[in-house]
C-alpha cells in the first residue's frame, strides 16, 4: 500500500475536534423540538419487593401531566429479548425468564422501573413520579454471587427453584482431568473480578418524535448502533421496523453500555404516539448507576498443572458470573464467550472451563469494553505470575517457556480458538526494555529507603475481535467533488469520521476535510452491525477501503473517456485523474457533473474469522505502606496490532483502555449491601480515576499482520482495558509479596484493602 498524505499511517489529527472543543457538538440532550414535553421513570427503592400500584387518576390529574403508565398499562409490549443465551454443559437449553418493559407484581433491583410519568416540564414529571401510588412489601434478597449461590437463598425467580442461570462448559474436561492426574505439580488461585459502571461522559437519554401525517416516530438517542435498537424497539412494540427510524447524533461515550436497547426507549416512543408531542428522557448520574447495565462481576478459580520443568499441562476454570435480576442483551454470551480465550498467549495441551450465571438481586450486567476478554486476561495472567513466585522463577521466565510460538501459527486452542499470527516473546522482551526491568533493583531499593514499597508487573494478553458478521458502506463522490461515506457502525469519541476519511483518502487522494461521513440514521443507512468488539475499523474499514477502490476503478473509467486515454496510463491524484506525467486532467466534480445517475460504489466486507490483537503491559508500583495509597510510576504497553492505520488515533484508544483498567485495578468497585441498595450510587462513593491518577504512558506497536484481515488490522478498540488490569494487579503483588510476603489480593486494590493485608502481614 503506497504512502498517501492523509491515507493509512498517516498521523491524521481528528477532523471532528473542532466541534466537540468548540462546544459545537450536539448531544440527544441538546435537542428540545418545539412543543417537547418530558418523561420520567418511577423506580423501585427496594432489591425485592412485591408490587401493587394504587388507584392512578390523582397523579393523572396532577398539574401538567400528561401520562402515566403502570405495568398493567404496558403488558401488551413484549418483553426486552436476551440475544446471547449460553448452552448448558448437558446440550439444554437454559431458561429465559421475562424482562418487562415495566415492572409488574415484583420488583427485582433496586432501579427497576416500576411506571413512567409525561408531563408539560421536567419539575412537573418529577413531582408527578413522586406521588406515583407503588405499593411495597419488600422480601429478602440475594445480593452477590455468595448470596445468590448460598443454601436458602431468596430466589429472584422462584419458578426457576434455583438461581442458577446456565451451566455452560468449553474444552474437555477428560483431557484436562488426566492431565491433572499425571501433573508434579498444580497452582491454584481464586479471584474477584469486581463489578463497575461504564461512567461515560454523556448518560443516556431518548427523545421520541411522531409525524401526524405518517405516524412514523423518529427516535434520537445515543446508541452504539441504531439499526439493532430501531430492530428491537419495533419488537418489543409490536410495530414493523419501517414505522421507526433511529437517529444517533453525537455520542459521549459508549463502552458497550449503550449497545443495548432499554426500557425507556420503547416507552417514550409509546408516549410520542399516544400524545402526539415530542416526549424526551434523560438521566442523571444516579438513574444511570442504577438503571443501565453494569459491567465484569466474576469469581474465578483457576488451576495449572505442570509438568516438572514448569511447563503448563492444562488448565482448569470455574466461572460464575453474576447476571443481575434480569438477563441483559448479551449477558450469558460475556462470561461463556468470553472463557474461550481463558489459554491466553500459552501453549496448553488441556483446558476445560466451567461457567456458571447467577441470577441476584442487583442491576443486569453485560458486556463493557472487552466484554468477557478483560475477564479470561486478568485470570491467566494473575495466575502465571503466582505461578512464578510457587516455582521462585521470574515472570518472564515462565512465560517465554510456555508461549505459543510463531512456528506454531495458525494455532488451534483447546476451547476453539484459532490464533493466525503472533510472537508474544518478542513484544514482551521489547516492553521489559523499555521498561527497564533489568534496573528495577536500583529502584526498589530508592523506594524502600524512601519508606516506600514498590513492585512490577507484566501481562501479555491475546484477545479476540473484529469477527462476526459483514457490514457495508457506500462512498460516493457528491457534485462539488467531494466525497460521501454512509456506513452503520457508530462512533462513540473514537474518531471514526477521522479513520474512514483516512481509509477514502488512501484510494481517491482527498484531503480528509473534503470527506463527510453519515452514521447513526436508518433512513439514510441501509443496514448497519454498530460497534462493538472493536469491529468498526478492521470491519466497517474494510468495506469503505473495498468502496473507495471500486469507485477509484470507476472513476479512471469515465475519465478514459474525457481524457481519451487508457484506463491503465490514468492515475487518481488531487481531486481528480490525470493521464500520469502530463498535467491533462478532470476533476471529480466534472465527471460527477457528466454523471447524472451519480457516482457511487458499495462494498460489503465480512470476516471470515476473528483478529487476535495482542500485546504486553509492563506496569510499575509504589506504595506507601503507612496509607496504603498505590501510585502507578511507570507504565509501558507494546501492542501487536497488525497495521497501524493512525498512530495518533490508535494510541488514544490504548491510554483510554489502559486508564479504565487502572481505575478498575485500583479505584472502581460497585458495592451492594446485604439488603440489595446499592451503596456506590454516586461520585461520593463511587470512586473514578483523576488525570493525577494515570501516568504518561510509553507505547509502541510491533505489528505483525492479521492474515483474517483483508487489511491486515486487529482490533485496538477494547485491547488497552484487556491488558491493564492484570499489570496493574500483578505489580502490587509483586510489592506486597517482596516486603510482605502477602501471596494474595484482589481487585480494586483500594487504600483500604492494601492497608488491611500489610497490617494482618504484620500481624496486626
Not at 213 to 225: C, D, H, N
Not at 245 to 272: H, N, Q
Not at 647 to 666: E, N, S, Y
Amino acid at each position: 500500500m503506497r504512502p498517501m498524505k492523509f491515507g493509512v499511517g498517516q498521523a491524521v489529527r481528528r477532523v471532528e475536534d473542532a466541534r466537540f472543543v468548540t462546544g459545537t457538538g450536539r448531544y440527544t440532550d441538546d435537542f428540545a423540538p418545539p412543543g417537547m414535553i418530558n418523561a420520567v421513570m418511577v423506580r423501585s427503592p427496594h432489591a425485592h419487593a412485591t408490587l401493587r400500584v394504587g388507584d392512578l387518576s390523582e397523579v393523572r390529574a396532577m398539574p401538567g401531566v400528561r401520562l402515566v403508565l403502570a405495568g398493567e398499562d404496558a403488558k401488551d409490549l413484549q418483553d426486552l429479548p436476551c440475544l446471547g443465551p449460553a448452552r448448558n454443559a448437558d446440550g439444554s437449553k437454559m431458561p429465559l425468564p421475562p424482562y418487562p418493559i415495566i415492572a409488574r407484581d415484583h420488583v427485582r433491583h433496586v432501579g427497576d422501573v416500576v411506571g413512567m410519568v409525561v408531563a408539560d416540564t421536567l419539575a412537573q414529571a418529577r413531582e408527578a413520579a413522586e406521588a406515583f401510588p407503588a405499593e411495597y412489601e419488600p422480601l429478602p434478597a440475594a445480593v452477590g454471587i455468595a448470596g445468590a449461590k448460598a443454601e436458602g437463598a431468596a430466589l429472584v425467580w422462584p419458578q426457576l427453584g434455583t438461581n442458577l442461570a446456565f451451566d455452560a462448559a468449553v474444552g474437555d474436561k477428560d483431557e484436562t482431568d488426566a492431565a491433572f492426574e499425571t501433573a508434579a505439580r498444580v497452582v491454584s488461585l481464586t479471584l474477584v473480578n469486581n463489578r463497575v459502571v461504564a461512567n461515560f461522559l454523556e448518560p443516556r437519554a431518548c427523545l421520541a418524535e411522531i409525524d401526524a401525517a405518517t405516524g412514523r416516530v423518529t427516535l434520537t438517542l445515543g446508541s452504539q448502533g441504531s439499526h439493532d435498537v430501531r430492530d428491537l424497539v419495533a419488537q418489543t412494540l409490536g410495530w414493523p421496523e419501517e414505522r421507526l427510524r433511529v437517529v444517533t447524533p453525537d455520542v459521549g461515550g459508549g463502552f458497550g453500555t449503550k449497545i443495548f436497547t432499554y426500557r425507556e426507549y420503547p416507552l417514550c416512543a409509546l408516549a410520542a404516539e399516544r400524545l402526539g408531542a415530542p416526549v424526551k428522557w434523560a438521566a442523571d448520574r444516579t438513574e444511570h448507576f442504577v438503571g443501565d447495565a453494569q459491567g465484569r462481576d466474576n469469581l474465578t478459580e483457576a488451576q495449572m498443572a505442570l509438568d516438572a520443568d514448569g511447563r503448563f499441562l492444562a488448565l482448569r476454570v470455574t466461572i460464575d458470573a453474576d447476571m443481575g435480576a434480569y438477563l441483559s442483551q448479551f449477558a450469558p454470551f460475556i462470561p461463556s464467550g468470553g472463557a474461550r480465550m481463558s489459554p491466553g498467549a500459552y501453549d496448553i495441551p488441556a483446558v476445560h472451563a466451567r461457567i456458571r450465571g447467577w441470577y441476584s438481586h442487583t442491576v443486569p450486567v453485560d458486556a463493557y469494553r472487552g466484554a468477557g476478554r478483560p475477564e479470561a486476561a486478568y485470570v491467566i495472567e494473575r495466575l502465571v505470575d503466582h505461578i512464578a513466585r510457587e516455582l521462585g522463577e521470574t515472570p518472564d521466565a515462565v512465560r517465554a517457556k510456555n508461549f505459543i510460538r510463531p512456528e506454531q501459527m495458525p494455532y488451534r486452542t483447546k476451547t476453539g480458538r484459532t490464533y493466525d499470527t503472533g510472537e508474544f516473546e518478542g513484544h514482551m522482551r521489547r516492553a521489559m526494555e523499555l521498561a527497564g526491568w533489568a534496573g528495577f533493583e536500583d529502584r526498589l531499593a530508592a523506594a524502600r529507603a524512601r519508606g516506600r514499597i514498590r513492585g512490577i508487573g507484566m501481562a501479555c494478553y491475546i484477545e479476540a475481535c473484529s469477527g462476526g458478521g459483514a457490514e457495508t458502506a457506500e462512498v460516493s463522490i457528491e457534485r462539488d467533488g467531494t466525497a460521501l461515506v454512509k456506513i452503520g457502525t457508530q462512533s462513540t469519541g473514537q474518531g471514526h469520521l477521522t479513520a474512514y476519511a483516512q481509509l477514502v483518502s488512501q484510494h481517491l487522494d482527498l484531503p480528509v476535510e473534503k470527506i463527510r461521513v453519515v452514521q447513526g440514521d436508518t433512513d439514510q443507512i441501509k443496514t448497519g452491525g454498530g460497534t462493538g468488539g472493536s469491529r468498526s475499523i478492521p470491519v466497517g474499514g474494510a468495506s469503505v477501503a473495498g468502496a473507495s477502490e471500486m469507485l477509484a476503478t470507476r472513476l479512471k473509467e469515465l475519465a478514459s473517456d474525457a481524457l481519451e486515454a487508457a484506463a491503465a496510463d490514468l492515475e487518481i491524484a488531487e481531486g481528480g485523474v490525470r493521464v500520469a506525467g502530463t498535467d491533462r486532467a478532470v476533476s471529480f466534480a466534472d465527471l460527477a457533473a457528466k454523471t447524472p445517475e451519480g457516482l457511487a460504489a458499495s462494498h460489503a466486507w465480512k470476516p471470515p474469522e476473528a483478529t487476535y490483537p495482542n500485546g504486553t503491559h509492563v506496569c510499575e508500583v509504589e506504595i506507601d505502606p503507612d496509607t496504603g495509597v498505590t501510585e502507578v510510576v511507570g507504565y509501558v504497553v507494546v501492542d501487536d496490532f497488525g497495521v497501524t492505520l493512525n498512530p495518533l488515533l490508535l494510541a488514544g484508544q490504548v491510554h483510554g483502555g489502559v486508564a479504565q483498567g487502572i481505575g478498575q485495578a485500583l479505584q472502581e468497585h460497585v458495592v451492594y449491601d446485604e439488603g440489595g441498595q446499592l451503596v456506590t450510587a454516586s461520585f461520593m462513593d463511587y470512586q473514578l480515576p483523576r488525570a493525577a491518577d494515570v501516568p504518561n504512558f510509553v507505547f509502541e506497536t510491533r505489528n505483525v499482520p492479521s492474515t483474517t484481515n483483508v487489511l491486515g488490522m486487529k482490533g485496538a478498540g477494547e485491547a488497552g482495558s484487556i491488558g491493564a488490569s492484570p499489570a496493574v494487579m500483578n505489580a502490587v503483588a509483586d510489592a506486597l509479596h517482596r516486603a510482605y510476603g502477602v501471596r494474595r489480593i484482589d481487585m480494586p486494590a483500594t487504600p483500604q484493602a492494601v492497608f488491611q493485608v500489610i497490617r494482618e502481614a504484620e500481624g496486626g
